[in-house]
């Protein structure tokens, strides 16, 4: 596949207009499909689940016409570029149809010169996506969960090691909901009797803790002191104990403020946080997890510019070719994107494959489909 840079030069200034004429074409074809992607994705489940909470008297209706406004923005992301797929196969379908596009062949414009205006408007689109995902779908998403009063409960786990292989605590927070840490478990070893373990010395069981920069402090508080032996030798209660400080109490809480959240209401200042201590806290699962649904956000802002490209060549068709035929393998390839995307993220979250592989594994199969419907259309 090669650009023909010298041809691109000598014709820039001549189709200017046709360049134009191209793009708003691609364009209102694009934002027709991208509306109703959006209708057919929220019509079955979201507005019927918002219109029977309304008639219920669980949301007012204005909070209920707010929850599909906020709605709107994780859609659009997803339907970008399907939007451009579609668009353009549709557009550049009818122009093969008009025999626009044989004409423009005739007089010597290549491939890559009639799609040249569809591939900036696709960077530009893409620029738009990615911007989605940094910016306004992290906030409609905590405004739904707002509206909603909807939180997200976790079973959190954080250890603190002595050293690399010696534990010191491990805190258990079994609920904790909206900055309320509720009936947190700490276990606390000492690594004294051993030279290659620990082994477990008490357990304090409290009914909620604080956090204040710094530091963790656990409240009404009942110690369980163990033996060498392993048995119970005293019970005491204290007011509140201090169980973390420093980073340790920062990080702790970080990683289970984020642990709450899905990923989609994290920006990517956030989330590069978030990944950079399941790193250091060697979380591996979630760091891989997290770090495959990061750089998605860039694969998935890069897919708009490739699925704008296959658009183009499945609209390019031979006069006895059958256009449902490539109607029909455009729908396949974006169904086949967004139902394989829960499985790469199990294969990066269990380490099946790099999260560097996972995420990138699908533009290359669509960048491939690129090189191989060129050669087969003999473009």
């Known amino acids: 596949m090669k650009i ?13 207009i046709f360049d134009g004429y191209i793009t708003s ?10 509306f109703l992607f959006v209708v057919i994705w929220i019509a079955p489940e979201t507005l019927l689940k918002v219109i029977k909470r309304t008639l219920a008297g669980v949301y007012t209706p204005w909070v209920g016409i707010q929850l599909l406004i906020y709605e709107v923005p994780k859609i659009v992301g997803k339907a970008l570029p399907v939007g451009l797929l ?26 890559w010169r009639i799609v040249y205006p569809i591939i900036i408007l696709s960077i530009f689109v893409s620029v738009l996506c990615f911007s989605l995902y940094n910016t306004l779908i992290p906030y409609s998403e905590k405004k739904i969960n707002m509206l ?36 947190p478990l700490v276990l606390n070893f000492d690594s004294s009797q051993y030279t290659d373990t620990s082994v477990l010395s008490s357990i304090m069981q409290a009914e909620y803790a604080v956090y204040s920069k710094d530091k963790w ?11 060498k032996d392993g048995v119970f030798k005293n019970i005491s209660r204290h007011k509140s104990i201090q169980v973390l400080d420093g980073e340790k109490a920062n990080t702790a809480f970080k990683i289970m403020d984020y642990s709450t959240k899905r ?24 760091y891989r997890f997290m770090l495959n649904k990061y750089l998605q956000r860039y694969f998935h802002s890069a897919i708009c510019i490739l699925f704008a490209i296959l658009g183009c060549l499945l609209g390019f068709s031979k006069p006895r070719e059958q256009k449902l035929v ?3 393998i455009g ?49």
Do not use: W
Not at 4 to 16: S, T
Not at 154 to 181: E, G
């Open 4 to 16: 023909d840079f010298g041809k691109l030069k000598k014709i820039e200034l001549p189709f200017k």
């Open 86 to 111: 579609l668009g353009t196969l549709f557009t550049f379908d009818k122009l093969t149809k008009d025999s626009e596009l044989t004409v423009l062949r005739s007089i010597g414009l290549s491939f």
């Open 263 to 286: 990923d989609r209401e994290l920006n990517n200042r956030e989330i590069t946080e978030y990944i950079s201590m399941l790193y250091s806290e060697s979380l591996f699962d979630e």
């Open 217 to 227: 402090v656990i409240h009404n508080v009942k110690q369980f002191e163990l033996g």
């Open 326 to 328: 490539n109607f029909v």
């Open 148 to 183: 909603k009063h909807e939180t997200y409960e976790t079973h959190f786990v954080y250890t603190v090691k002595a050293n690399k292989d010696k534990l010191k605590k491990i805190l258990i927070v079994p609920r904790y909901s909206n900055n309320q840490i509720t009936r």
């Open 25 to 34: 074409q691609v364009f209102a074809a694009t934002v027709v499909c991208i």
């Open 331 to 379: 729908i396949g390839i974006v169904f086949a994107y967004y139902i394989t995307l829960p499985f790469f993220d199990m294969c990066a979250e269990k380490g099946l494959l790099s999260p560097f592989v996972t995420s990138s594994i699908q533009p290359v199969a669509i960048l491939i489909a690129i090189f191989i419907f060129k050669k087969i259309k003999d473009l």
